[in-house]
C-alpha cells in the first residue's frame, strides 16, 4: 500500500501538470492511451507497445522472460533482456539487443542485459523509446502490421554490434529449431521454430528477413553458448551478432519482416509494408492508424484518469488478439499432418478480404468484445468469422483459441455459438454462414469441441461430458474424459447458454427444428439449481435460505456433498471454472425470467444479488487472481462480468446503475501500473468490458438475441460519440448526451431518443444503429419508475 501511495504521487503529477486542472480536447485520443497501465504484474501477451492495431508484429521490451505469467515487460524490473518480435497467443519470438564491446550475448540473456529508467522512457500506441544506460545505448520502437522497425542510437564503439538470441526461452516456452544466414553486408534471414506448448500441442515456425541500414563488418555467431564459424547457423541452440564500428550519437537502423509461411514471404511482408528507411515517418503512420481506430469513439467530459483509462481499455481491445496472415493472404495451416500454406479469400483486385488471425480464447467475450466489436468494428466479426470458417473448412472443427494455425482447446465450452448468433443477428453476414452453422451444430454433439475439456487433445475425448448433457441435460462433478478446467456445472451452464444462442441463429436461418431443439435444451441449466443449497449456510450473511444457488451433481443425480456457494481462495470452487457457485448461479443470461422464478421470484432475486455485491465491496468485486472461489463477485474473471447488469433484468435498473458504477470505479479505475486490469486483461477483454461500462451500453444476452438489445446504464462522460460504420449500419453516428453527470448523479431519470421519451431500460440494436441522439438526464437519487419494465 506504501509503494502505490508513493507511485501514485510520482505517477499523477507530470499528468495534472499537463492537464492543469481540466480536461483538454485538443487532444488526440491516441494521446490518452498509457500502455503501462497494470504492468507490474504483466502477462506475455499482454504487453506489446510498437504495435499496429492487431498486428503481427507485437515489438516490445521484455524485462522478464520465463512463464506466461509475470513475464514480457514488468514496470518495477530494473533491466531490459531483449526487444522481441511476437507477444502472442502461446507464441513468441526473434529477441534482439543491442551493445557495445565485447560480445557477451552467447551467454544468454541474463549476462546480456541493459539497465534503463522510466525517468528516459517515452511510450505510446505504436512506439516505444528507452535509454540502456549501462552501455550508452537509445533505443526506439515502432511497426507496421508485420515488420518491426529499430533505431539504436550509438556511442563512439568498434564494436558496437546487434544480438539475436534466437535460442532464448521466452514467456509460454523453449525454441525447438533455428536457422540464420547472411543474404549480403546489410541482410540476413533465418527462422525460428517454437516448442509445442501444453497448450499449443504443436510446433510453430516463424520466418524473417532484416536489413540493416549500416553494412556490418563481422558475424559472430554461437551454438550452445559455444562460438562458432558462421556459415549458417542452424541447430537447437543458436544465435548471432553482427558487429560494426559506430561514431558518438550514429543511428543505426534494422528493418525486420516477419511471416509464418516462408523466408520468402517475410521478405515479401517487407517490401510491400517498409520500402524505406523513415523511421520517424512510420511513427507517424502508426499513430495516425491507431487514432482512426480509437476515434471511432470519441468522448468529452469526464476526469483525466477516466478519459486515459478509457482510451487505454479501447487499445487493449484493438490490440491482443493477432493476424497471422501475410500481405498477400497467406497463412499457416497447422490443423493436419503436417503445415499447409493456405490463403485467405480475396477480392476482385486479389487483395485480401479478411486477415486470418491467432487468438486466446472467446471464452466469456459474450460480455465485451462480441459486443463492443459488433457496434463499433463490426468489420473484426467478419474477419474472426472467417478465420472460424476457414479452420472448420481446414481441420474439421471451429476453433476455441487457435495459436500457431492449430486448435488450443482452450477453456471449455463453445463460444464461437455466442460469438455468430451476435453477428449474424446483427447484420454481420460477410462469411459461409451454412458452413459456419454445421460446425456449430457439429460442436454441440458428442465429439464436438464441447466434449473437449481444456486443452484436450485427444482423438477421442471425453472430457466436456456432452454424452452426459446431451442424456441427462447436465454433465456430472466426477465423470470419465481427460484435459482441464473438468468442472461439471460450469460446463452445463455455459452449454445450455450456447445452446440458447445455437436458437436464436437456427431461428433467424428459418431452422425451425433446430430451434424448437436447442431452445429446449437450453433450459438445462435447471438441473442443477438446489432450493434447498443455502440451508446451511452461515446466517450472518443474511441471504434466505430457501434462494437456492446452483449445486453440482454427481453421475447417479446425488448432489455433491462438500458444497458451499463459496470457497476459501482455491482456483475455483468444485464444479465451476475460475469461480464458484454463489457466481456461477447467474450464469443463465438468456433466461433470467426462468431462474428468477426459482428463486422466488424477481424481487426476492435483486434482494439476494445485491446481497452478494454487498459482501464482495470490501474486496473491490474482485478476487486475486488464482483465487476466484473466494468472493461473492469477482470482476477479475469472466464468469462475473454481466453480474451488476442482471438488475435491469430483475425490473430494478436503477441497481445496475449504481454497482456498474461501483465496479467501473472499484475494480477498473486505477490508471498507474500497479492496477487497472487487476492482473488479467485477457486480449481484450476486461478493456471491452470497462469501454462498455463507460457508455452505458451493455447487453447480458451477449447480443445473440434474434432482436439483440442494449441495456442502459449511466454513462461516466459527458458526451460519447460513437461513428458508426456505414458498410454494415444505416446511421452515420450515435451520439449520447449525459445531462448533470457526476460521481453523485449516477442514477437515470429520464431518457429520450431523437427527441422522443424512452422509457425503458433497454434500447433494440437495430433502431440505435439507424443513428441519432440519446439523451441521457441523471440525478443523485434513483428514479424508481423509469425503465422498471424491461421493453
Not at 300 to 313: A, I, L, N, P, S
Request: proline content about 5%; overall charge neutral.
Amino acid at each position: 500500500m506504501m509503494k502505490t501511495a508513493l507511485f501514485k504521487q510520482t505517477w499523477l503529477v507530470p499528468v495534472l501538470l499537463l492537464f492543469a486542472g481540466c480536461v483538454s480536447y485538443s487532444k488526440e485520443p491516441v494521446d490518452w492511451v498509457e500502455p503501462r497501465i497494470d504492468t507490474v504484474k504483466s502477462r506475455w501477451f499482454y504487453f506489446a507497445s510498437a504495435c499496429r492495431p492487431f498486428g503481427m508484429v507485437n515489438l516490445s521490451p521484455d524485462t522478464d522472460v520465463n512463464g506466461s505469467w509475470k513475464s514480457g515487460y514488468l514496470y518495477d524490473s530494473k533491466n531490459i533482456r531483449c526487444f522481441s518480435h511476437i507477444h502472442a497467443w502461446q507464441m513468441s519470438g526473434i529477441p534482439v539487443m543491442p551493445g557495445v564491446g565485447p560480445v557477451k550475448a552467447h551467454k544468454g540473456l541474463d549476462a546480456n542485459m541493459a539497465t534503463y529508467s522510466h525517468d528516459e522512457e517515452v511510450v505510446f500506441p505504436g512506439y516505444h523509446k528507452v535509454y540502456l544506460s549501462d552501455r550508452e545505448i537509445q533505443a526506439e520502437l515502432t511497426s507496421t502490421c508485420r515488420v518491426g522497425f529499430h533505431r539504436y542510437r550509438f556511442p563512439a564503439s568498434e564494436k558496437s554490434h546487434i544480438a539475436f538470441n534466437l535460442d532464448a526461452k521466452l514467456g509460454h516456452g523453449k525454441m525447438q529449431a533455428s536457422s540464420v544466414h547472411p543474404v549480403s553486408d546489410i541482410e540476413f534471414e533465418g527462422y525460428v521454430t517454437m516448442a509445442p506448448t501444453h497448450r499449443r500441442k504443436k510446433p510453430c515456425t516463424v520466418h524473417f528477413s532484416a536489413q540493416l541500414s549500416k553494412p556490418f563488418t563481422k558475424v559472430m555467431a554461437w551454438e550452445e553458448g559455444r562460438i562458432v564459424e558462421l556459415s549458417q547457423v542452424k541447430g537447437k541452440n543458436p544465435g548471432f551478432c553482427v558487429e560494426f564500428s559506430t561514431k558518438q550519437d550514429e543511428t543505426v537502423m534494422m528493418k525486420l519482416g516477419m511471416s509464418y509461411v516462408s523466408a520468402r514471404q517475410a521478405r515479401k511482408n517487407l517490401k510491400a509494408e517498409l520500402d524505406h528507411w523513415d523511421f520517424d515517418r512510420v511513427v507517424a503512420e502508426s499513430k495516425a492508424e491507431w487514432n482512426r481506430w480509437l476515434g471511432k469513439i470519441e468522448v468529452e467530459g469526464g476526469t483525466e484518469q477516466q478519459r486515459v483509462k478509457f482510451y487505454t481499455d479501447l487499445w487493449h481491445a484493438l490490440l491482443g488478439r493477432r493476424i497471422v496472415s501475410d500481405v498477400d493472404g497467406q497463412y499457416i495451416d497447422n490443423t493436419g499432418d503436417k503445415p499447409v500454406a493456405r490463403q485467405v479469400r480475396l477480392d476482385a483486385n486479389g487483395k485480401q478480404l479478411y486477415p486470418h488471425y491467432n487468438f486466446d480464447a472467446l471464452w466469456g467475450a459474450h460480455w465485451s468484445l462480441n459486443i463492443l466489436w459488433s457496434l463499433v468494428y463490426p468489420e473484426l466479426m467478419d474477419g474472426f468469422g472467417n478465420t472460424m470458417a476457414d479452420m472448420y473448412q481446414n481441420g474439421g472443427l471451429i476453433p476455441r483459441g487457435p495459436s500457431g494455425g492449430n486448435y488450443t482447446y482452450v477453456m471449455i465450452g463453445d463460444p464461437a455459438s455466442s460469438f455468430f448468433a451476435c453477428a449474424y443477428n446483427k447484420g454481420i453476414r460477410d462469411y459461409d454462414i451454412e458452413k459456419v452453422y454445421e460446425g456449430l451444430r457439429k460442436n454441440a454433439f458428442v465429439g464436438g469441441i464441447r466434449d473437449r475439456a481444456g486443452y484436450e487433445a485427444s482423438k477421442t475425448p471425453a472430457g466436456g461430458g456432452m454424452k452426459y448433457y446431451v442424456e441427462r441435460g447436465y454433465v456430472p462433478l466426477h465423470r470419465d474424459g481427460g484435459g482441464g478446467h473438468r468442472e461439471g456445472a460450469a460446463q452445463t451452464l455455459e452449454y445450455a447458454y450456447q445452446d440458447w444462442c445455437l436458437a436464436q441463429l437456427a431461428k433467424a436461418l428459418g431452422k425451425q427444428s433446430d430451434y424448437e431443439f436447442f431452445f429446449k435444451r437450453s433450459g438445462s441449466y435447471r438441473t442443477l439449481f438446489d432450493s434447498q443449497a443455502g440451508e446451511k449456510l452461515d446466517p450472518q450473511y443474511g441471504f434466505n435460505p430457501k434462494s437456492g444457488w446452483m449445486r453440482p451433481r454427481e453421475k447417479d443425480g446425488s448432489w455433491y456433498k462438500d458444497y458451499k456457494p463459496i470457497g476459501e481462495g482455491q482456483f475455483n470452487s468444485k464444479g465451476f471454472v475460475e469461480s464458484n457457485s454463489a457466481i456461477y448461479t447467474w450464469f443463465v443470461p438468456h433466461d433470467l425470467d426462468g431462474l428468477s422464478e426459482l428463486m422466488g421470484g424477481k424481487g426476492l432475486a435483486a434482494e439476494k444479488l445485491n446481497r452478494q455485491f454487498e459482501l464482495a465491496g470490501e474486496k473491490h468485486y474482485v478476487a486475486p487472481h488464482g483465487g476466484h472461489s473466494g468472493n461473492w463477485v469477482d470482476y477479475e474473471n469472466q464468469p462475473a462480468t454481466g453480474m451488476a447488469h442482471i438488475f435491469s433484468h430483475l425490473n430494478q435498473p436503477w441497481k445496475s446503475q449504481y454497482w456498474v458504477r461501483r465496479v467501473k470505479e472499484e475494480a477498473f479505475g486505477n490508471a498507474t501500473p500497479y492496477g487497472g486490469y487487476n492482473g488479467d486483461e485477457d486480449q481484450g477483454q476486461m478493456g471491452a468490458l470497462g469501454v462498455l461500462m463507460a457508455m452505458g451500453l451493455f447487453d447480458i444476452e451477449g447480443g445473440a438475441a434474434l432482436q439483440p438489445q442494449y441495456e442502459l446504464t449511466s454513462p461516466i462522460f459527458d458526451k460519447i460519440t460513437i461513428h458508426l460504420d456505414k458498410g454494415y449500419y444505416p446511421g452515420k453516428k450515435i451520439t449520447l448526451i449525459c445531462k448533470n453527470n457526476s460521481p453523485k448523479n449516477m442514477y437515470i431519470q429520464s431518457v429520450r431518443f431523437n427527441g422522443k421519451s424512452w422509457n425503458h431500460s433497454r434500447i433494440p440494436h437495430s433502431e440505435l444503429v439507424k443513428g441519432g441522439r440519446l439523451v441521457i438526464e441523471l440525478g443523485p437519487e434513483p428514479n424508481k419508475q423509469w425503465g422498471a419494465t424491461a421493453g
